[in-house]
């Protein structure tokens, strides 16, 4: 603590704190600091971070372990980590009102359902293509198929409440038999209309080509308020329109909608549900892939390394294509005059944002496999390896066993010598076994072996940093990338320059 | 008990609960900051959560039925309105809706006559309904709690539904202790305990052998720690640049470069931070020098990548080192901002002041020193004032105590009316009145054999001298000494043994160095587990 006292009288600059006094000064300093720290970027990183992240590991061990071992100076060691923090918590209490909200929603739906049901089967009625055409058959026609409300039932138009008169007249809903004002009048489109009982053949047609639109989109006539005269109106029924009212369109919309929404999916939606397939088939080879890596690069046996080295094909591949795919979703156009357009664009960065953290997360940590030749190499390593454990281990064995077996002379009978050497044998067979447990694969052994990556798709990393650089305006950074890239690809034609000669 | 793993599970939850596809967060103001604060965007948007919406938004937003909307709200009127106009012309596929408090039938009714169109999938309650900052630590963000020193109505309603959240996300039915001497502590720790009679049966939780306990506190019992100059980083960090949501803003730092106008501090995220958050100020810069020289000693060390294992190497360490390197020049950005302000205000004697009236009990010597503090141009008047305040509570009662002279020199130091009233209202705030127990530890003879002996081991730092109130409070509590005139138990059960599972609450505000020395006890206390929560995080500015 007392040290403490003196880094603060002196401590006005964070990293030199012995020579610089003054606040400019230690600017000065900072940017120099701080830029020669990017310079160590183009130096070389080589186990930095194996050097810096065991510091840090190591500093947090020390750490819990002088906590434990003593409390009395708690000040100097405090982190901010506590190891009982990330202990396994249950979720925290919960509460489902769905139910509750189920039961009051379907009283509700069951009317709506009902309703439009019964609406939907009228109008199959209606559109009987043997029904009769002319106008005075068609409105007792209509009248057999709905119950209209009597004239004299309502003395004002249910929707606006205005009175009836000679101005304002009484029409009836030829859906629900309603009555209503010509200005509360809505206009089902007859086309619009068979969509409810053709739309499988539609959508078939949609999905077949999707620059098929349907025509009556809008599927309602609202009637201009100005000029209409009886005989317009007259002439837009006999069009193949039918006057309902506006409780029956908004039944017929809903209904509309919801069919629409379970059998229409963009195509971005479709790309989106093929590349979290792609990541999901990924995911679940990552499990199978790792532990092969790890066990040649130790050069064990246990797996194929070509089996590996389809695998990993098979992993970049699907990679790849989550890769193509985002990128296809990012690019997509989107209509411009559409009303969601500003958001879909949003919506669709945020995939390829994802997407490419997903990559990176992956990609990056994907484990290079030997070549064969090296992974010959790493086999003949091992068994020497082996050898010379199974030496070792013999060798103490062989000690250990004189050890007892000069004990036992000590101090027992001869006749039970057999039984413990046994015994030992046993001994050593366990300690046969804690060697192949122990001889675990290590992060520090596969490190060895990640030298024949296939050069192509390292090449693509660096172009990848080398966009990122330049649209973080790095220059130099650029640069440092550009030459490796270079480097990288006369090696690579090196290298194949020699294949094609041998 | 950790509070940022309690909501984190809230929202992985939800996610996990609307299953794949395509999803939109659909928050208020409030959630929006509780899910921010446990959950990096990276981190969500892996788990195809892709766009974040604002109910209030409602007529802007644009309809895109291919999403799912996992809905997060608290559940007010206001909302439960908007939510339920949003659901007549639902603009996604689905609703996932999760309240973050209790919700009324009437509620659930209003909505689901909403839902016509069957777009409704989940509706629950998740009690992430708090702020968690720090693994121990949570707050309400409710600034100005008290109106005229009690209670107003709507905010108490609100802390005290913010603290039972707090105790049904940790699954914890506590008893109920309070301080005696505050009006306010008795008024929330009833209010509390109706919530948990009320809804006895969510708070019906498996029994644990020793039940958790509440603690109600109240600010006002210890007005001095929000006053001092703090020197742990998070704590310095948050009094001189101000800590929002785990946000910090540095655009008023001099040659900011642009991407660091706004930087992140999280523990979650940041390796760095959460080592050193609790660390003096010297130690943290000793690290930092510390990984500085292991950037400069690279570059020495090593001329070029020249073969192509070194360029494997760089290629796979690369992404990790640019988020290093991120890491380091935000500290380094952070640590120079505040070594220049400490330089600049003269904060290190300030400070050292400031500790010398907290602990000791020297009148002439200190106001020699306050007076000749204000001769110096360079001392904020903002640093001033606190310095006045913490003479004016100390004091209080000393006979020859010159407030007036200083609030005069204040005055001529140009500090504003309106802040030169801040010093008689601390006084009413925190002054001796106020007090339920012994903030400076005159009368208690064991605190002044302590603070004698504490003399004779020397003192360890002069910057760090000061304990907040609720360490000592604590202590007791762990050791089941604390009184129980100073603090009752709310109705006839009562503890028996050591409390080991602790939620304390303190009314208008907790500061970082009682965050810090709450976490020291976590750590140096096996079997103890306190969480510590405030209306909100206080920095001297108030």
């Known amino acids: ?502 | 008990m950790n509070v940022i793993l309690a909501v984190k599970q809230y929202v992985s939850k939800m996610i996990e609960e609307s299953g794949p596809g395509m999803k939109v967060l659909l928050m208020d103001k409030d959630t929006t900051t509780y899910v921010s604060m446990v959950y990096a965007k990276s981190e969500i948007l892996q788990k195809e959560v892709y766009l974040f919406e604002n109910i209030d938004s409602g007529a802007s937003r644009e309809s895109m039925k291919h999403l799912k909307c996992i809905t997060f709200l608290r559940p007010t009127q206001e909302n439960v309105q908007l939510l339920a106009s949003e659901l007549k012309s639902p603009k996604y596929g689905l609703y996932y809706i999760y309240f973050s408090n209790v919700i009324s039938k009437q509620d659930v009714k209003i909505l689901a006559e909403a839902d016509d169109q069957e777009v409704v999938r989940e509706v629950q309650e998740f009690y992430g309904d708090y702020i968690a900052v720090n693994p121990h630590l949570y707050s309400f963000n409710l600034i100005g709690c008290a109106q005229s020193l009690a209670w107003s109505k709507p905010v108490l309603t609100r802390t005290a539904q913010g603290l039972a959240a707090v105790l049904l996300s940790l699954k914890k039915c506590p008893f109920i202790r309070y301080q005696n001497s505050s009006e306010m502590a008795r008024t929330l720790a009833e209010s509390v305990k109706q919530i948990i009679i009320k809804e006895a049966g969510l708070f019906e939780f498996r029994k644990t052998d020793v039940t958790p306990v509440l603690l109600i506190l109240d600010r006002r019992d210890d007005a001095v720690s929000p006053l001092l100059n703090q020197w742990t980083y998070q704590a310095m960090v948050h009094e001189l640049l101000g800590i929002e949501n785990s946000k910090i803003n540095l655009s008023n730092v001099p040659n900011i470069s642009k991407d660091l106008k706004e930087v992140l501090l999280s523990a979650e995220h940041d390796e760095f931070y959460a080592e050193n958050m609790y660390l003096n100020f010297g130690e943290m810069g000793t690290n930092i020098q510390k990984l500085m020289d292991e950037f400069q000693k690279t570059s020495k060390n090593h001329t070029k990548v020249e073969s192509i294992q070194d360029m494997k190497n760089f290629i796979e360490n690369y992404p990790q080192f640019k988020k290093m390197s991120g890491t380091v020049s935000k500290h380094v950005t952070v640590v120079s901002e505040l070594s220049r302000q400490v330089g600049l205000y003269y904060l290190q004697d300030v400070s050292e002041l400031e500790q010398e009236i907290a602990c000791h009990n020297d009148h002439s010597a200190q106001l020699q020193r306050i007076k000749s503090f204000f001769t110096n141009d360079k001392i904020r008047p903002k640093d001033l004032l606190r310095l006045v305040m913490l003479y004016a509570l100390r004091y209080e009662t000393h006979t020859n105590n010159d407030l007036a002279g200083l609030v005069d020199s204040l005055k001529r130091r140009g500090v504003s009316e309106d802040k030169r009233s801040l010093v008689h209202a601390v006084l009413e705030y925190g002054g001796k009145r106020a007090r339920g127990s012994d903030l400076f530890g005159n009368s208690d003879p064991s605190a002044i054999t302590k603070r004698i002996m504490k003399g004779l081991k020397g003192v360890e730092n002069v910057y760090t001298q000061h304990q907040p109130l609720l360490s000592s409070t604590l202590d007791q509590l762990i050791r089941g000494k604390l009184r129980e005139a100073s603090y009752p138990y709310l109705g006839t059960s009562q503890l028996k043994d050591r409390p080991q599972d602790i939620i304390v609450f303190m009314i208008g505000g907790c500061t970082f160095e009682e965050s810090k020395a709450v976490h020291m006890l976590n750590r140096n206390t096996p079997g103890v587990k306190i969480v510590l929560g405030g209306s909100s995080i206080h920095n001297s500015d108030r």
């Open chain 1, 1 to 502: 603590m007392a040290d403490t006292g003196n880094i603060m009288e002196g401590f006005l600059c964070p990293m030199c704190m012995k020579d610089f006094g003054t606040v400019s000064q230690l600017q000065e300093h900072f940017e120099v600091a701080h830029s020669s720290e990017d310079k160590a970027v183009f130096q070389s990183l080589k186990g930095f971070f194996d050097k810096a992240k065991k510091r840090i590991l190591g500093d947090r061990e020390n750490e819990f372990g002088e906590n434990s071992s003593s409390d009395s100076s708690p000040n100097l060691n405090l982190s901010g980590f506590d190891p009982t923090w990330w202990e396994f918590q249950e979720l925290g209490c919960v509460r489902n009102h769905t139910d509750a909200f189920k039961a009051v929603r379907d009283a509700r739906i069951d009317h709506f359902v009902v309703e439009t049901n019964k609406l939907l089967i009228r109008l199959d009625k209606l559109l009987d293509p043997e029904a009769p055409k002319e106008a005075s058959k068609r409105k007792g026609f209509e009248k057999s198929v709905v119950p209209w409300v009597p004239d004299g039932a309502v003395p004002c138009c249910l929707s606006c409440e205005e009175s009836f008169n000679i101005m304002r007249r009484k029409h009836h809903c030829r859906l629900c038999g309603g009555i209503m004002c010509n200005k509360c009048s809505e206009f089902l489109t007859l086309t619009y209309a068979r969509k409810f009982f053709v739309f499988t053949e539609y959508f078939l047609a949609l999905i077949v080509n999707p620059a098929v639109t349907f025509e009556g989109e809008s599927g309602f006539l609202k009637r201009s308020d100005s000029s209409t005269s009886l005989n317009s109106l007259m002439g837009l029924e006999a069009e193949g329109h039918m006057r309902v009212c506006k409780t029956c369109r908004k039944l017929l919309e809903r209904r509309d909608q919801m069919v629409e929404q379970r059998n229409i999916k963009p195509n971005f939606v479709v790309l989106y549900e093929k590349m979290q397939e792609c990541m999901s088939n990924a995911n679940d080879l990552i499990p199978q892939y790792l532990p092969m890596v790890d066990s040649l690069s130790m050069g064990e046996a246990t797996y194929s390394l070509k089996e590996a080295e389809l695998l990993r094909t098979k992993l970049i591949r699907l990679y790849d294509a989550v890769d193509q795919i985002s990128k296809k979703i990012q690019n997509l156009e989107i209509k411009p005059d559409s009303p969601s357009a500003f958001k879909q664009q949003q919506l669709q960065k945020a995939i390829r944002m994802s997407a490419s953290g997903f990559m990176q997360e992956n990609l990056m940590g994907l484990q290079a496999l030997p070549t064969s030749e090296q992974y010959q190499e790493l086999q003949a390593k091992r068994r020497a390896e082996v050898q010379r454990k199974i030496a070792a281990e013999r060798q103490a064995a062989m000690e250990a066993q004189n050890r007892e077996r000069f004990n036992q002379e000590e101090s027992e009978k001869p006749g039970k010598i057999l039984s413990i050497g046994k015994k030992l044998g046993h001994v050593r067979n366990d300690s046969q076994d804690s060697v192949g447990r122990g001889w675990k694969p290590t992060e520090e052994g596969s490190k060895v072996s990640k030298v024949g990556d296939p050069m192509l798709q390292q090449m693509e990393i660096i172009r990848g940093y080398i966009k990122q650089a330049r649209e973080a305006k790095r220059w130099d950074e650029m640069e440092m990338l550009e030459h490796n890239l270079k480097d990288l690809k006369d090696e690579y034609y090196r290298q194949q320059a020699q294949n094609f000669q041998s």
